[in-house]
């Protein structure tokens, strides 16, 4: 048996438990309704009135941010393709594919209307690069089922913090409510996959282990395709929004604890290699993230005073 059938194999043994899974999400989330927090009352006509940045009411930081996290948001099409093309048409996953995009589809408008309504992007660029960012499009490479698990639990945890984060450095009340919200859907989302993941890893634990290291070893958020992705990455790491020592200690490790990694027990000598190699990829991410503070704090000590 290849490994993409037995990826596809081990999926199809635990979908019982991805049906409850996703009987449990829809019970325990609660919908919202993204016109009813948008500042509505704040929106002037930007034929009548151009936009210039002195309108902005948010930290560049936190604009920067939202406006990363909205085009990431907005490449939703091709991740529903790679998640609901990844399995039968009749599959509880088919099911569950339909529903998460339904729900991550507010997220974009929820976000973009508050941007816009308040003026705290420039509508034209904003335009401009959500058209680049879905031209470009995104691509998961792997065939095999199995890591797109892994990869969604560990991206829609990341996500759900950088949401978060985002919010709580907004300085704005109704900032802080839309990324509460949109935060909240990245968290159930996030239960779910993990959810999935852990059910396989009972079933497989070599088999997932090679998935788990798979992804966490060279993880990568689905926004790389925007444009300036990385200088604004950078700004939001050295705001504290999202950065690597975030994605170590916030998403990486609670993911390894989660799901027992270090306490797996009767695995084969590939297993067992799997297992070693995992556990060493939160110190490896902390060296780089030490790395990077070192770099940033340096800059900042070569700034003159007064500059």
């Given at each position: 048996?290849?490994?993409?059938?037995?990826?596809?194999?081990?999926?199809?043994?635990?979908?019982?438990?991805?049906?409850?899974?996703?009987?449990?999400?829809?019970?325990?989330?609660?919908?919202?309704?993204?016109?009813?927090?948008?500042?509505?009352?704040?929106?002037?006509?930007?034929?009548?009135?151009?936009?210039?940045?002195?309108?902005?009411?948010?930290?560049?930081?936190?604009?920067?941010?939202?406006?990363?996290?909205?085009?990431?948001?907005?490449?939703?099409?091709?991740?529903?393709?790679?998640?609901?093309?990844?399995?039968?048409?009749?599959?509880?996953?088919?099911?569950?594919?339909?529903?998460?995009?339904?729900?991550?589809?507010?997220?974009?408008?929820?976000?973009?209307?508050?941007l816009l309504a308040t003026r705290n992007c420039d509508p034209a660029q904003?335009?401009?690069?959500?058209?680049?960012?879905?031209?470009?499009?995104?691509?998961?490479?792997?065939?095999?089922?199995?890591?797109?698990?892994?990869?969604?639990?560990?991206?829609?945890?990341?996500?759900?913090?950088?949401?978060?984060?985002?919010?709580?450095?907004?300085?704005?009340?109704?900032?802080?409510?839309?990324?509460?919200?949109?935060?909240?859907?990245?968290?159930?989302?996030?239960?779910?996959?993990?959810?999935?993941?852990?059910?396989?890893?009972?079933?497989?634990?070599?088999?997932?282990?090679?998935?788990?290291?798979?992804?966490?070893?060279?993880?990568?958020?689905?926004?790389?395709?925007?444009?300036?992705?990385?200088?604004?990455?950078?700004?939001?790491?050295r705001a504290g929004i999202y950065n690597l020592r975030i994605h170590a200690?916030?998403?990486?490790?609670?993911?390894?604890?989660?799901?027992?990694?270090?306490?797996?027990?009767?695995?084969?000598?590939?297993?067992?290699?799997?297992?070693?190699?995992?556990?060493?990829?939160?110190?490896?991410?902390?060296?780089?993230?030490?790395?990077?503070?070192?770099?940033?704090?340096?800059?900042?000590?070569?700034?003159?005073?007064?500059?």
């Amino acid at each position: 048996m290849t490994a993409t059938a037995e990826s596809f194999e081990l999926v199809s043994s635990v979908e019982p438990e991805i049906s409850r899974l996703m009987a449990e999400h829809r019970e325990r989330r609660q919908h919202w309704y993204a016109h009813d927090v948008v500042p509505w009352e704040l929106g002037r006509s930007f034929r009548d009135e151009p936009w210039d940045e002195s309108q902005a009411t948010l930290s560049p930081e936190v604009r920067t941010a939202l406006q990363l996290n909205l085009l990431t948001e907005d490449n939703l099409p091709y991740y529903h393709a790679k998640i609901a093309g990844s399995f039968p048409e009749d599959s509880p996953m088919a099911e569950w594919s339909r529903l998460w995009t339904a729900e991550e589809g507010q997220h974009s408008i929820a976000i973009r209307n508050y941007l816009l309504a308040t003026r705290n992007c420039d509508p034209a660029q904003l335009e401009d690069e959500r058209l680049a960012t879905v031209t470009r499009g995104w691509r998961y490479d792997s065939p095999c089922p199995v890591e797109v698990f892994v990869y969604t639990s560990a991206q829609e945890l990341a996500t759900r913090i950088s949401h978060r984060n985002t919010g709580v450095k907004a300085d704005c009340p109704v900032a802080h409510e839309i990324m509460t919200r949109v935060a909240a859907d990245e968290n159930h989302h996030f239960m779910f996959y993990r959810g999935v993941t852990t059910a396989m890893l009972r079933q497989a634990p070599t088999f997932v282990l090679g998935a788990v290291h798979q992804v966490l070893s060279d993880f990568k958020m689905p926004g790389t395709v925007i444009p300036n992705f990385s200088r604004r990455a950078v700004a939001i790491a050295r705001a504290g929004i999202y950065n690597l020592r975030i994605h170590a200690e916030q998403v990486v490790q609670p993911l390894l604890r989660h799901w027992k990694v270090g306490s797996i027990e009767g695995l084969d000598s590939r297993g067992e290699e799997l297992q070693e190699k995992i556990l060493a990829i939160p110190e490896a991410l902390i060296a780089q993230a030490e790395a990077f503070e070192n770099r940033m704090a340096g800059r900042t000590r070569r700034v003159p005073t007064g500059a």
